[in-house]
């Protein structure tokens, strides 16, 4: 009965690969998130779509391109992975301008 | 940008003391929130507060916001070694997204 789920927990890979971060939610939210959390703790938003529609795209480069096939899935793709991206990637959905629920993150280490 | 400013950084106490982190900022908010995350999880919210002056309790937190909704404190007493964890301040103002501060990391010694 996982609230936000993503997949994978883990991800390792070569420089100029490309992957995908899977994230589903059964509450019922219409908008979900991607945070990028860095080595320091620190949790930026990169994307926030609401009722399937892009609301929110901070300056995130264009390897990083999020889809929402519908509410409940908003997934995460990027392309040619570089060193910087290594990060935990949070996905996390909500009522828009309600607390956040996070999934449990995903640890992509690019090599 | 808001930016939330959080204090101290890292914080190591014994079990039974008590404590308080900080969350400061220069913009006025709606609400704030306090999240813990702990290692290989996402961050769960412990509170939020709307209202200026609010305190809210939750068993030994407790949580404050300030007057002029700037700024809020959270306060353990008698911290526990299940207190561990990154404690994270949130905010924001009506629909904006919202914004984190870099968190402390609090760890308490048995």
């Known amino acids: 009965d996982t609230a936000v789920s993503q997949t994978p927990k883990y991800l390792v890979t070569q420089m100029g690969n490309d992957k995908s971060i899977k994230c589903e939610q059964n509450?019922?939210?219409?908008?979900m998130y991607w945070y990028k959390q860095d080595s320091k703790k620190f949790l930026k938003i990169m994307f926030s779509?609401?009722?399937?529609?892009?609301?929110i795209n901070e300056t995130v480069p264009n390897r990083f391109s999020p889809k929402s096939p519908d509410k409940a899935h908003l997934n995460l793709h990027i392309n040619s992975l570089e060193l910087g991206d290594s990060a935990v990637y949070f996905c996390?959905?909500?009522?828009?301008?309600?607390?956040?629920?996070f999934g449990n993150g995903t640890r992509l280490t690019v090599t | 940008t808001q930016l939330l400013e959080q204090s101290p950084q890292f914080l190591s106490i014994q079990e039974g003391e008590n404590l308080t982190v900080y969350c400061n900022s220069s913009?006025?908010?709606?609400?704030l929130q306090w999240y813990r995350q702990e290692p290989g999880e996402g961050p769960v919210l412990l509170v939020t507060?709307?209202?200026?002056?609010e305190v809210k309790k939750l068993k030994r937190l407790t949580f404050q916001f300030g007057d002029a909704r700037k700024d809020s404190s959270l306060h353990i007493t008698a911290a526990q070694t299940g207190d561990t964890g990154l404690y994270l301040c949130?905010?924001?103002?009506?629909?904006?997204?919202?914004?984190f501060g870099k968190g402390t990391r609090l760890s308490v010694i048995a």
């Open positions: 509450l019922g939210h219409d908008t």
């Open positions: 779509y609401n009722n399937k529609e892009l609301i």
């Open positions: 949130a905010a924001n103002s009506g629909n904006t997204p919202l914004v």
């Open positions: 913009s006025v908010f709606s609400s």
């Open positions: 996390a959905s909500s009522h828009i301008g309600s607390p956040l629920h």
């Open positions: 507060v709307v209202t200026g002056g």
